[in-house]
């Protein structure tokens, strides 16, 4: 406490003295926050049970805010608490993680701090954040595996495509493609093939024995035309009304 000189050090046991005063002062005339009675008193209601959930969810918000500022008030003073038996201790104003001294300018605006600004505990947050999370990792597209190469089965695509074939908030107007016109055609890839992988195998059919070609002429049929992919002199139906 060398670099400290007997004025400084006085003036900072007073400033400390005067912040406990302060919170003690107010931590008793606002009864801690009100925390000293229980929730349903603070309603005036008998029982919170009959009132509107808004009304519950805001003075539990309130509740809350007081208990984070309970808190805050209460760790000050164990700060303050400290640092005064650091002063009859002769350690004031050393930093607690690296042994050096803290400057006079960081003691006087912050009298209570025990760590110099580069080792303030408060730098390091703590990793708090759910262990889910390392599961859930990517938060988008985690689940979709369409570009994975060993990957063909169903994934988190595939379950979404079939939520969204039942509506969704969406209109044609939000679509990513412009040529949308139709609810039925929103959904991603919804002109993606199902059950079979060559568009043809839709509206293509056979007997038992892999014989007898047939063409079912449906909706199928009638887009894989007009998309430019087929020739109506591959249809063995075609071939027989020409001849």
């Not at 309970?70 to 608490?81: G, K, M, Q, S, V």
């Not at 999370?133 to 990517?138: D, H, V």
């Not at 994975?148 to 988190?156: A, H, K, T």
Request: hydrophobic share 30%; with cysteine.
């Amino acid at each position: 406490m060398n670099h400290l000189t007997p004025e400084q050090v006085s003036g900072l046991r007073a400033a400390l003295l005067q912040q406990q005063q302060e919170i003690t002062h107010r931590l008793k005339n606002n009864e801690h926050y009100g925390l000293q009675d229980a929730m349903r008193d603070t309603t005036g209601e008998l029982s919170e049970i009959d009132n509107h959930p808004g009304d519950a969810a805001t003075e539990l918000y309130n509740r809350s805010m007081d208990i984070s500022l309970l808190e805050r008030d209460e760790h000050e003073l164990d700060n303050i608490a400290a640092a005064l038996q650091a002063m009859d201790e002769g350690t004031y104003g050393i930093c607690l993680a690296s042994g050096q001294p803290i400057p006079y300018e960081r003691l006087s605006a912050i009298p209570s701090t025990r760590y110099c600004k580069e080792h303030n505990p408060r730098q390091n947050a703590p990793f708090t954040r759910p262990v889910e999370e390392e599961l859930l990792s990517p938060p988008f597209g985690r689940t979709s595996l369409d570009e994975r190469e060993d990957q063909n089965g169903f994934d988190g695509e595939d379950a979404w495509q079939i939520v969204e074939s039942w509506g969704s908030s969406n209109s044609p107007a939000m679509a990513g493609d412009n040529n949308i016109s139709s609810y039925n055609d929103m959904e991603i890839e919804a002109d993606e093939t199902e059950g079979f992988v060559e568009p043809w195998e839709n509206f293509i059919a056979t007997d038992i024995g892999g014989n007898h070609v047939t063409v079912i002429k449906g909706s199928s049929y009638r887009h894989y035309m007009d998309s430019g992919e087929g020739s109506h002199l591959l249809d063995p139906l075609s071939k027989k009304e020409k001849e």
